[in-house]
């Protein structure tokens, strides 16, 4: 329980690495805000982990990570729930598409830019300032 009462923030934790890293977290006494856009599976994330951890204190935020207003929605829980932030894993993130640069849909491009750029400066440009407090 070497993190007992930290409130760490996961991004993209409704699957995969963030999910793991998630049972990982709670099973060192984390308290956790969970966001992913998928709200089902965010849904089902928390039920798992309530289970496996009975005693785990965790909010969801349903919210796409490279929204500004978003990022700040899931900060203000973090800290209304939990008082504090001592951890963000700026996990959410996509992969796109594999493609010679020339070929490369640049829409799908920009999204990748979106979530993978913009949503980790989003979300250390929130956390930091709580976290100096
Ligand atoms: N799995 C790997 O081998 C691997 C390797 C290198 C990097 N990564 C990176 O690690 C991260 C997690 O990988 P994974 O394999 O667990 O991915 P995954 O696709 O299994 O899970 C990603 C989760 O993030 C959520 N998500 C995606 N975009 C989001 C957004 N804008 N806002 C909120 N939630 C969002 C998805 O709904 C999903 O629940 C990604 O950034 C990925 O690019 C993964």
Redesign the pocket.
Known sequence: MSLKNKSIII?????????AAAKELAGQGANLTL????EK??TDAQKELSKEFPSAKIVTVV????KEE?VKKYVDTAVKTFGRIDGLYN?????GRQAPMTEYDINIFKKVID??LM?VYYGMRYVIPVMQK
């Open positions: 991004t993209g934790a409704a699957m995969g690495l963030g999910l966001v992913d856009f998928n599976s965010l919210g796409d990570a490279s978003d996990n959410a993130g996509i992969e979530v993978n949503g």
